[in-house]
């Protein structure tokens, strides 16, 4: 029996990592900044939570 770790993504997961890696590394940081995680699954999460505008971040 295959394990999670195992299997092959699915379409939505292939679509969501494809769009991760075309993101660049601000972009990455932004959207990770906006769900408050370091997981990029929670970044898309939040995303699709709806109709959520990136604000331009100030980082001292």
């Known amino acids: 029996m295959k394990n999670e ?12 990592i494809v769009r991760w890696n075309s ?11 906006l769900a408050g995680s370091a997981v990029p699954a929670d970044a898309l999460a939040y ?5 959520v505008e990136r604000q331009p971040r100030t980082i001292n």
């Open 5 to 16: 770790h195992d299997r092959e993504p699915t379409p939505d997961e292939t679509a969501g």
């Open 23 to 33: 993101l660049t590394d601000a972009d990455r940081a932004a959207w990770l900044a």
């Open 47 to 51: 995303k699709r939570l709806g109709n």
